[in-house]
């Protein structure tokens, strides 16, 4: 059997898509199970990122650029997303850190 470059792009494309599928899934449960908020903040990071991946890896295998704007502006987006998430997490952390010493001095 003879392989040309589109049909061994054609497979490499759908396994890069498939181990995508997979590690996004795997993700996931580390989102839903993770036992601080730390681990699923990093986690959505990983999706998000695995995401921005799919959609380039997608981009190559439909041959159509547009998803790869698309998986720039969600980049952007899930960039944000993530600071947001972190900012959060360190102001709550530091006011219940607070309140732990106000109790204590009472």
Same mark, same amino acid.
């Given at each position: 059997?003879?392989?040309?470059?589109?049909?061994?792009?054609?497979?490499?494309?759908?396994?890069?898509?498939?181990?995508?599928?997979?590690?996004?899934?795997?993700?996931?449960?580390?989102?839903?199970?993770?036992?601080? @908020?730390? =681990?699923?903040?990093?986690?959505?990071?990983? $999706?998000?990122?695995?995401?921005? %991946? !799919? +959609? &380039?890896?997608? /981009?190559?295998? @439909?041959? =159509?650029?547009?998803?790869?704007?698309?998986? $720039?502006?969600?980049?952007?987006? %899930? !960039? +944000? &997303?993530?600071? /947001?998430?972190?900012?959060?997490?360190?102001?709550?952390?530091?006011?219940?850190?607070?309140?732990?010493?106000?109790?204590?001095?009472?």
């Amino acid at each position: 059997m003879i392989f040309d470059g589109h049909t061994i792009l054609q497979l490499t494309s759908r396994l890069t898509l498939t181990m995508l599928i997979v590690s996004i899934a795997l993700a996931f449960i580390r989102l839903v199970r993770g036992p601080q @908020a730390a =681990d699923r903040i990093v986690s959505l990071d990983l $999706i998000s990122v695995l995401i921005v %991946a !799919f +959609l &380039g890896a997608y /981009a190559v295998y @439909a041959g =159509d650029t547009t998803f790869l704007d698309l998986a $720039i502006a969600y980049a952007l987006i %899930a !960039f +944000l &997303g993530t600071v /947001a998430l972190a900012r959060f997490l360190i102001r709550s952390h530091r006011r219940s850190g607070e309140k732990r010493t106000k109790r204590k001095a009472s």
